[in-house]
């Protein structure tokens, strides 16, 4: 590569810009104080500098471009300039899954995250194998993995709770799409074919644990109301590769997968 192509590609990488979500609310002037933790991202990890370009989202009013304004150990502010995208909702679209060892856990909230869910719902059943769920790490990796995928909102993570308490209390206009890889049950495409024009509807998707449902608990989702089994194909997937695999066919067929993003503002 030339001088001049390095050159060029050095000046696109410095136009990358870090982009942060925020609690509070955003408009043109203010001014934002960060916390320790962001503070120090930014300082020690990313090390930036005063006059730092970044890009700042709170799930309510856009994304807007910010300069790091002043920054010292343990606190930084930032200045919030012109808005760059309106705030544009998201898929109704929740995961519920059966928590799973740790480097999987993360890497599915991550995907997840990427794949448009806005609620990430833990659940505990009879074959789950982690007996307690870390809810502010799963929070922080949902807020990481929404700041890296562009996303302008950050997906609810509600604390683990046992399946049937979760399905007691369930809105019963949202369709639960149970991945289940026992008994008949139609493919997950064909579902999802037959529900076209439904994409504004509420939808959930429900992943079982590594050792799959128990019968007693299969037989019990196949009675309510708003269940629709469906099959996931021949083979047994694990449990983070079948919640990856659900929600991009979901996109895919009735979400934003095909459509074109929001085009920045200027």
Not at 176 to 193: D, F, H, I, K, N
Request: net charge positive.
């Amino acid at each position: 590569m030339s001088n001049g192509n390095w050159r060029s590609l050095a000046k696109q990488v410095e136009r990358v810009e870090t982009r942060l979500y925020v609690e509070e609310s955003l408009q043109a002037g203010v001014t934002l104080g960060l916390d320790h933790a962001r503070a120090h991202f930014l300082r020690s990890v990313l090390r930036l500098k005063r006059g730092a370009r970044i890009a700042v989202f709170n799930g309510r009013d856009g994304e807007w471009a910010a300069r790091l304004d002043a920054l010292g150990k343990g606190w930084a502010s930032l200045v919030v300039g012109d808005r760059r995208r309106a705030q544009e909702p998201g898929p109704d679209l929740w995961l519920v899954f059966v928590p799973i060892k740790r480097a999987r856990l993360d890497f599915l909230v991550e995907k997840a995250v990427e794949l448009g869910v806005s609620r990430l719902q833990p659940a505990m059943t009879r074959h789950t194998a982690v007996s307690r769920v870390n809810q502010e790490r799963l929070a922080a990796n949902a807020r990481e993995a929404a700041e890296q995928c562009e996303r302008l909102s950050v997906p609810e993570v509600g604390e683990a709770r046992p399946l049937f308490d979760i399905m007691g209390d369930w809105p019963t206009e949202r369709r639960l799409l149970v991945c289940s890889e026992r008994g008949a049950a139609e493919p997950l495409s064909v579902v999802l074919q037959t529900a076209a024009g439904c994409a504004q509807a509420p939808w959930a998707i429900l992943v079982g644990p590594e050792g799959g449902f128990a019968r007693s608990e299969l037989d019990g989702l196949l009675k309510l109301p708003f269940v629709t089994p469906v099959g996931l194909g021949p083979r047994i997937l694990r449990a983070d590769t079948a919640a990856i695999f659900a929600l991009a066919c979901w996109q895919a067929f009735l979400g934003d997968g095909a459509t074109r993003p929001a085009m920045r503002e200027t």
